[in-house]
Every structure is written in structure tokens, then in C-alpha cells.
């Protein structure tokens, strides 16, 4: 799996994605700068990673959504190769529209960092299709502005179309406002695009890949993307 991610000023996930990816499944993985205007040859994988890209001056990810380096991001993702945007990463990818809606302050209007449950809602995607539908697995929060929001009629038609990936629960897989740490919309922690291979989640896979930090379901996470790569787009439906 060849994998580019994506540095902008203010990104502070950077070398924990580096870390996670390169020591989980062993594979090379390129620092892109912002300013550069082309995703190196043979990429399979880009990452915008977590952070405060431009001091989230404006609005979380609304400044990094224009920089150069994204035009050659949303030609790989029109191409039908894979992004990901986890946490600051997420804001730039619907700042960009890349995905739809937003992400909003908190609910507590105060900033979250702890771990969290997800169930794993749709498992027909690169990023998830080594999981069980329903699986609850443990990833880490840390934002501010988490709260995910679309208009109702957006809403129901992402729902429809299988486009909520992760959605905060409880340990048991329950849902509930109790367990939702950010007041997102229908309890959702990640969303994905129509074609399958644009995703953004806030809490952070790249945190949960060694015991040390307390969990290791984040490797299932990019194993899912590598057994996704190592079969073939064509067979899970991708263009």
C-alpha cells in the first residue's frame, strides 16, 4: 500500500499517521507538503491527518481546503483512489466538499480529548471491510469542533445510502445522546461518499494501533485498507 500524507501548517497528527501506517503494515509512506501541486506517482492511499491546519483561523479546515496541494487531492479522489481525513483532516474534506456537511463546535462548546465507542455501521467500504457490521471497536477523540451536521433532507439521504461509516454508541453498541461526546447528528463519527472512497471520521484509528496506548482496533482499520488494495477496486464496486 502506497500511502502520501498530506502536511499542512498546523497539523500535529502527521508523524502518528506516519507511524501508525508504516509500523502496523510495514509499508513506505511519503510527507507531502502543502504547497506541492502533484500527489506522488503510485499512490494509493492519501491522508489528510488531524491537527489545526492554519491555526484554524476562519474556520476549522476552511483555509487548508484551498491550499494547492488540494486540487491534486481531488483529482486522486475523482480518479477513484482513496482519501481519508481523520479529525482536521475530516473538516478539510467537507470544507472542500468533498464530503457533505460540516463540522460544528462541540455541543459542551470545550474542547474533547478521551476515548470512545463506535459501531461500525457499513462495512462495504475500503476503509472498514475487514470488520463485522455492527462491531464496536475503541478509537480516541481530541477536537473541538466535532459536532457533524447536515440539513435534514442531506441527512436522510446519506442514511439511506449507507453513507455513515462509524457512529458513536455505547461499549454494548447502544446508541443515545449519553454516548455521544460532540452532539454530532444522528450520533455520527464518519461518513462516506457516494463512489466509496472518500472517507472522514474525527476520532483517530492511528491512536488505537499498539497496546501501549490502550487499544489496538485502529489496525483493523488499515488492514481493511490494505486487503481492500491487495484485491482489487473493481471487486468491491469502485470505479
Known amino acids: 500500500m502506497r500511502t502520501s500524507v498530506v502536511i499542512f501548517p498546523g497539523s500535529n497528527?502527521?508523524?502518528d499517521v506516519i507511524h501508525s501506517v508504516r509500523d502496523t503494515l510495514g509499508c513506505e509512506v511519503n510527507a507531502v507538503?502543502?504547497?506541492?501541486?502533484?500527489?506522488?506517482?503510485?499512490?494509493?492511499?492519501?491522508?489528510?491527518?488531524?491537527?489545526?491546519?492554519y491555526g484554524d483561523y476562519l474556520r476549522s479546515g476552511a483555509i487548508a481546503a484551498r491550499s494547492p496541494v488540494m486540487g491534486a487531492v481531488r483529482?486522486?479522489?475523482?480518479?477513484?483512489?482513496?482519501v481519508l481525513g481523520i479529525c482536521n483532516g475530516f473538516q478539510i474534506l467537507t470544507e472542500s466538499r468533498?464530503?457533505?456537511g460540516v463540522l460544528l463546535p462541540n455541543k459542551t462548546l470545550s474542547f474533547i480529548c478521551r476515548s470512545c465507542f463506535l459501531s461500525?455501521?457499513?462495512?462495504?467500504t475500503p476503509f472498514t471491510c475487514l470488520f463485522e457490521k455492527g462491531q464496536v471497536v475503541q478509537f480516541p477523540i481530541a477536537h473541538g469542533d466535532g459536532l457533524f451536521f447536515l440539513p435534514a433532507d442531506e441527512l436522510e439521504d446519506l442514511e439511506n445510502r449507507g453513507g455513515t461509516v462509524f457512529r458513536y454508541v455505547s461499549p454494548r453498541g447502544d446508541?443515545?445522546?449519553?454516548?455521544?461526546?460532540?452532539?454530532s447528528v444522528n450520533n455520527i463519527a464518519g461518513i462516506v461518499n457516494p463512489q466509496g472512497n472518500v472517507l472522514g471520521l474525527m476520532p483517530h484509528p492511528e491512536r488505537a494501533c499498539?497496546?501501549?496506548?490502550?487499544g489496538e482496533d485502529g489496525r483493523l482499520f488499515w488492514r481493511s485498507v490494505a486487503s481492500f488494495l491487495e484485491k482489487g477496486s473493481r471487486r468491491h464496486g469502485l470505479q
Open 13 to 15: 497528527c502527521d508523524q
Open 33 to 53: 507538503w502543502h504547497r506541492e501541486e502533484r500527489i506522488p506517482e503510485g499512490t494509493d492511499l492519501v491522508i489528510l491527518p488531524g491537527g489545526f491546519s
Open 210 to 214: 499498539e497496546a501501549i496506548l490502550g
Open 75 to 82: 483529482e486522486h479522489a475523482e480518479r477513484g483512489a482513496l
Open 98 to 100: 468533498l464530503l457533505p
Open 120 to 124: 461500525v455501521e457499513n462495512t462495504e
Open 175 to 183: 446508541g443515545g445522546d449519553e454516548w455521544n461526546p460532540n452532539g
